[in-house]
């Protein structure tokens, strides 16, 4: 695809995860201007970081590039201004969780296919992409990480990766698969979220209280 | 030592630490198969990738070789689908941290030495490797590491570690070398685990309730 | 400046932060020596090694040059055996935290604008290696890690980092520029723990019960 539609992807991700954890970090204790705008900016750019180590990209591009910083922190910033109405609707967290989610999938995996990883490691990267901005802000905050603990977190971004990997092994690139790609991820992302499923537990498990 | 043994030693520390790894997912609330495996591979491969970051051996090899992955792949799911018996040998938990403990400080350390590092590097990459993929663990499931806590971790491992490189230092290499440092660091965190050992606390300390 | 000058520098925040995150783990229950050293040691050696990724220069300096090794070390041990005097003096965890975070602030970014990265690039790295050590101590820890919670945290660092960054860039280098630089952030820092200042809450928040 277009690497300027690949841009495009990647900003929007790195945008929507900013805003998704400076209002996390809102709804946490006393953090001021510098604390919701750090963890917006490391939800968003953490990701990418943790990729860039897989890949040997180092530097990391969101920490080279002007643009990643400036979209994170505008995130981070807009947040800290005009948040405490954005949380009364609670479910703007999870809606922008998944998308930040769904665009770093499709554009974590194809970076490693661009630099010539094989389709398993690019699903992989993919999926680390995805989960590690959420995961170092749970870890940051002291919650047990999302990937671990709540219902199809991994999996959707572990299917979005797998379809963006299988188009270009079909020779289908482009906006549209792309987007297709992580359309899919952000829909079972918020059928789990809005029905709480679960992926399987382990045989002989206790039914959960509340499910 | 010949690459082969250093790579089957390898694996089996994967294997070791992924089954602990899911064991201890297993024993947390509602944890589904994308956590239990989640948990299992970190636990596994972690170790492992921290390690090459520190070696500048990028990307990690724990990813880009599918051994590695399907042998910490296959753990985590051998202990979604069995580890509910398996829990109940709350033991097992504590022999397998112990084996992957082992056998990575030795691997580490010989993967260190064979790039060229001194062996002050090489016992503390091999202690890294050790101790980190249970790092990650502990960090992502709420617990203090038990690098930090708990008696005698980290010094077998750098025990284990000092006497493989003392070894290679000695010209004496090959499985029976390697499989004596693990067994060394093996034993001694076994029998820490076993009496309750601990490292010295701090002068003026109050003591222990429990010791 | 001079190599010389600014090792002098990297190895005093070094110490600083050694001392100041063994003697956090000494406030920690039951921890040993082992504890102690390690906790220690990441506080000290865990910055630069985060800085390292970021410069894409590995292996970590940190973990090469013995000199960071044994100061870290010795900071650890000089706790362990004496530290139960200094903790009744509370208030050196915070100057040696201080002391760290301004030395580390200046030499991250000095080293980041030597290897050819821009003055942004400058600013953020010499940030993050002077957080990145304590915000490793806080997560192995279990607690909130400073850069997000507590007022003026990663605020004089960005201000110290800067200020040098500045002066480098008007060409006024040396230890003198250096030091200023790091004893703005010194001050800053302290200012704020005395008096508990605290950057902007967001708009609309209840005001702090303690406040």
Redesign the interface.
Same mark, same amino acid.
């Given at each position: 695809m277009a690497t300027t539609a690949l841009l495009i992807f990647d900003l929007v991700g790195t945008f929507a995860f900013a805003l998704n954890g400076a209002l996390t970090?809102?709804r946490?204790t006393?953090?001021?201007?510098?604390?919701?705008v750090?963890?917006g900016m490391i939800t968003a750019l953490g990701g990418g %970081?943790i990729r860039d @180590?897989?890949?040997?990209s180092?530097?990391?591009a969101t920490?080279?590039d002007?643009r990643y $910083?400036a979209v994170a922190a505008s995130g981070g910033l807009i947040v800290?201004?005009a948040?405490?109405r954005l949380e009364r609707i609670n479910r703007a967290i999870n809606v922008l969780d998944a998308a930040g989610l769904s665009l770093f999938a499709v554009t974590g995996a194809l970076k490693a296919a661009g630099l010539g990883?094989g389709p %398993?490691?690019a699903i @992989?990267v993919g999926t680390i992409t995805a989960v590690g901005g959420g995961?170092l802000r749970d870890? $940051?905050?002291?919650?047990?990480?999302s990937?671990?603990?709540s219902?199809l977190?991994?999996?959707p971004a572990l299917i979005g990766a797998t379809a963006v990997v299988i188009a270009e092994l079909l020779g289908i690139r482009g906006p549209i698969a792309t987007g297709g790609a992580a359309a899919l991820c952000f829909v079972i992302r918020m059928v789990g979220v809005h029905f709480d499923v679960?992926?399987?537990?382990?045989?002989?498990?206790p039914p959960?209280k509340d499910g």
């Open positions: 970090a809102l946490a006393r953090l001021d201007i510098v604390g919701v750090t963890l %970081a @180590i897989f890949l040997d180092l530097p990391p920490f080279l002007w $910083l800290f201004f948040g405490h990883f %398993a490691q @992989i995961t870890v $940051l905050t002291g919650r047990v990480p990937v671990l603990s219902g977190y991994a999996v679960n992926a399987p537990v382990p045989p002989g498990s959960a």
